[in-house]
Nanobody, 115 residues
Framework: QVRLVESGGGLVQAGGSLRLSCATSGNIRSIDPVAWYRQPPGKQRELVAKLIGSGSTNYADSVKGRFTFARDNAENTVYLQMNSLKPEDTAVYYC?????????WGKGTLVTVSS
């Protein structure tokens, strides 16, 4: 019922920018929580940013001031604008939604930041 497709990853130099997109399909509502996670090489998956129905967005300390979460309700698409990228931002980035208590994930998009 719910499908997520991430895009926008790639190879950039430190200090550069990328915008990730997550296209959603199904019956996702604007009040359903959405989030971006990432999994760095050799590490566990970690939360990057989460947007809840109230409009409040929580960012991981490591990305505050550099990443911005946005949502286009009309297009059912969420975005992650990433600026001032650092090598430690290298990871596979995943889109996540919670729908009726169930977590749904996309397949991820790879972001590689070179020194």
């Amino acid at each position: 019922q719910v499908r997520l497709v991430e895009s926008g990853g790639g190879l950039v130099q430190a200090g550069g920018s990328l915008r990730l997109s997550c296209a959603t399909s199904g019956n996702i509502r604007s009040i359903d929580p959405v989030a971006w996670y990432r999994q760095p090489p050799g590490k566990q998956r970690e939360l990057v940013a989460k947007l809840i129905g109230s409009g409040s967005t929580n960012y991981a300390d490591s990305v505050k001031g550099r990443f911005t979460f946005a949502r286009d309700n009309a297009e059912n698409t969420v975005y992650l604008q990433m600026n001032s990228l650092k090598p430690e931002d290298t990871a596979v980035y995943y889109c996540n939604v919670v729908f009726y208590g169930i977590n749904y994930w996309g397949k991820g998009t790879l972001v590689t930041v070179s020194s």
